[in-house]
């Protein structure tokens, strides 16, 4: 990948500017944020404290340590791929709109239009899936130190909701600090994660073989009989298992709906996005290789459904398990509130260019530069999106919450795909920022095409034999609703755009003539 030295200019917030108003619009987001921050905040959404504890049970159960020890670095270097993708694009435009600016500038208003109602639901799931993984993940823990909490699924759903207002109350009144705050998350995370490993190596009496963690397979999805060797395992169960991987390395997108506000950020957020990748897919591989050799009691694990929760339990003494479970609550904390920040930025922007109903509701900002009103609606959209999650269901694994991490995979990714499409369309036409491919954008691009679309099917599909239509023991309590939900989605804009947005939705609306700059 190509790069060119940072400009040393003495003026950079200036240049940033200049560049935001030939891209259309006026500076009204501060621009303070290092390009540290602008990493941290990927690192913090992608969270390896928090996908790799709240989704393991997926991959245990769909395939086993080999979906995790192996699964984990294949995944995570096609997701590097789309990374590399995606931060040529912010580099040549560097806005809050971010996905949908760069397929509605490089396409059509209807490239823009659906890439970011994908875009939006996927953020809006994420910040869903992250704050009821981090409130599963605290009413463990207080189960854990209080005796008479029972832990139950109804105090976990309204931990949920307090957590999800307080993320949104953070975003509000913390605008002085959100950026120290992420920074800090980023340090937690590297210090959390590693103190994690140590304690898994150095604690537990027994461990499992390197050949139980590379080659032992699992198959406790329902489907296939439990067979680990017919194509039903290596064609359906095991692919369901990457969900860990995709869905835990998803949200980098926030790198650019900060850009507006990062200093130098053509080329900050632009290297942001790969790193927050790159060094979060390492990070995972060694936690998640250190939960694997803890796991000795593979029936307690089974037990639980696959949830991380139970190595740590069989593991370990009372007070490191303790010591686990709080470090990664705080660590899925840090990382909803760096979600609500990149859920809001990005309804900010699309209300900005008139797409989201009331959007002058959704646009304004407060004195202080900060887009309360979207910091609300967003957050409320998350809770109602969340909320078959007070249903238990039979099939013993939280469905509900793995279909709100379908619904951020599939929304995320296929919004991904969209610009990442029309750059190979644009070709030669394409003006880079400073941060660019090169020739090696032909090859990137299409492997990211191609995964991104081999992955929509996937995690559409029923994730327990109960959830499958027709099935004996069909329930909707068990189907993965991932499907209906963007489906919905997409089929409403869809009408709504042929009913009517198309004949006002022009993509971008400019809020500056740099002819005046």
């Given amino acids: 990948m190509a790069t060119t030295p940072v400009p040393t200019a003495e003026q950079p917030m200036d240049d940033d500017a200049r560049r935001l108003a030939e891209l259309g619009y006026k500076q009204e987001l501060r621009r303070k944020w290092s390009g540290f921050s602008n990493f941290a905040i990927s690192f913090s959404i992608i969270s390896i404290l928090a996908g790799c504890f709240t989704t393991f049970g997926q991959a245990w159960n769909n395939g086993g340590p080999v979906a995790i020890s192996w699964g984990w670095p294949l995944i995570s270097l096609f997701i590097l791929i789309i990374g590399f993708c995606m931060a040529e694009l912010v580099s040549a435009y560097p806005t809050a709109g971010g996905i949908y600016w760069w397929a509605a500038t490089m396409g059509r208003p209807v490239h823009g239009w659906f890439t970011g109602w994908l875009n939006l639901i996927g953020l809006v799931a994420v910040t869903a899936s992250v704050d009821y993984g981090c409130a599963t993940f605290l009413n463990l823990t207080l189960s854990a130190l209080f005796d008479g909490w029972a832990g139950t699924l109804r105090q976990a759903f309204i931990l949920f909701v307090i957590i999800l207002v307080l993320h949104g109350l953070i975003n509000i009144f913390g605008h002085r600090i959100i950026d120290v705050l992420q920074n800090v998350s980023v340090w937690w995370h590297v210090a959390g994660a590693a103190v994690v490993v140590a304690i898994l190596v150095f604690v537990p009496d027994n461990h499992q073989s390197f050949q139980f963690v590379f080659t032992e397979r699992f198959n406790n999805s329902g489907f296939g009989d439990g067979d680990i060797g017919g194509l039903t395992f290596w064609f359906y169960v095991l692919p369901l298992g990457f969900l860990l991987t995709q ?14 506000e990062t200093r130098g950020a053509s080329q900050a957020a632009a290297r942001g996005l790969w790193q927050s990748i790159f060094y979060s897919a390492v990070g995972g591989w060694i936690l998640l290789l250190a939960f694997l050799f803890a796991a000795t009691d593979v029936e307690a694990v089974n037990a639980a459904g696959g949830f991380s929760g139970a190595i740590f339990e069989s593991a370990l003494t009372p007070v490191f398990f303790k010591i686990v479970i709080i470090i990664s609550t705080i660590g899925q904390f840090f990382c909803g509130m760096s979600c609500v920040t990149s859920m809001s930025r990005m309804a900010y922007a699309f209300s900005r260019d008139r797409a989201v109903p009331g959007w002058r509701l959704w646009s304004t900002v407060d004195r202080n530069g900060t887009p309360v009103n979207a910091i609300i609606g967003a957050t409320l959209a998350g809770l109602v999106l969340t909320l078959p999650a007070l249903y238990e269901s039979s099939a013993g694994i939280p469905i509900a919450f793995y279909a709100v991490v379908s619904v951020a995979v599939l929304g995320l990714y296929l ?3 969209i610009p990442i ?9 394409f003006v880079p920022g400073p941060w660019t491919l090169g020739r090696k954008y032909k090859l990137l691009g299409w492997i990211a095409v191609i995964e991104i679309a081999i992955i929509a099917v996937y995690f559409v599909l029923p994730i327990v034999p109960s959830g499958v239509p027709g099935n004996d023991e069909f329930t909707w309590s068990a189907v993965n609703y991932a499907p209906l939900a963007v489906g919905g989605v997409l089929l409403v804009v869809a009408v709504w755009w042929y009913a ?11 809020t500056v003539d740099e002819r005046r700059e």
């Fill in 247 to 260: 869905y835990t390395i998803t949200g980098f997108d926030a790198c650019a709906h900060v850009s507006e």
């Fill in 415 to 417: 919004s991904f795909l």
């Fill in 421 to 429: 499409a029309l750059r190979l369309r644009m070709g030669d036409r």
């Fill in 500 to 510: 009517s947005a198309r004949k006002w939705f022009t993509g971008p609306v400019r």
